[in-house]
């Protein structure tokens, strides 16, 4: 069972940014598409960013222009750059290898943006 685990959260000023790293313990080219969610307090998981393994990419439309997904097979990685920080963009944010069955969660990293 492949493994996820997040890292690059933290605290940051509101227009700042953020490198988001998901390190997988094996192979993410099996999976359909890896994925960025993010979930804020009282509010449901939502779907920020995904990249297919042939890399097409999918935002939602809060982030777009603003957030950038990639992935490196070689390394088991998948990055989330995010610029231009709001502070409705604090969450919990979780990497997911996305596949019809047996997809896998990260245990999340928190952003936190101030304003």
């Known amino acids: 069972q492949v493994q996820l685990v997040e890292s690059g959260g933290g605290l940051v000023q509101e227009g700042g940014s953020l490198r988001l790293s998901c390190v997988a313990s094996?192979?993410?080219?099996?999976?359909?598409?890896m994925r960025w969610y993010r979930q804020a307090p009282g509010k449901l998981r939502e779907l920020v960013a995904a990249?297919?393994?042939?890399?097409?990419?999918n935002y939602a439309d809060s982030v777009k222009g603003r957030f950038t997904i990639s992935r490196d097979n070689a390394k088991n990685t998948v990055y989330l750059q995010m610029n231009s920080l709001k502070p409705e963009d604090t969450a919990i944010y979780y990497c997911?290898?996305?596949?019809?069955?047996?997809?896998?969660w990260g245990q999340g990293t928190q952003v936190t943006v101030s304003s």
């Open positions: 094996g192979s993410i080219v099996r999976f359909n598409s």
């Open positions: 990249i297919t393994s042939g890399g097409t990419t």
């Open positions: 997911n290898a996305y596949r019809t069955i047996g997809g896998v």
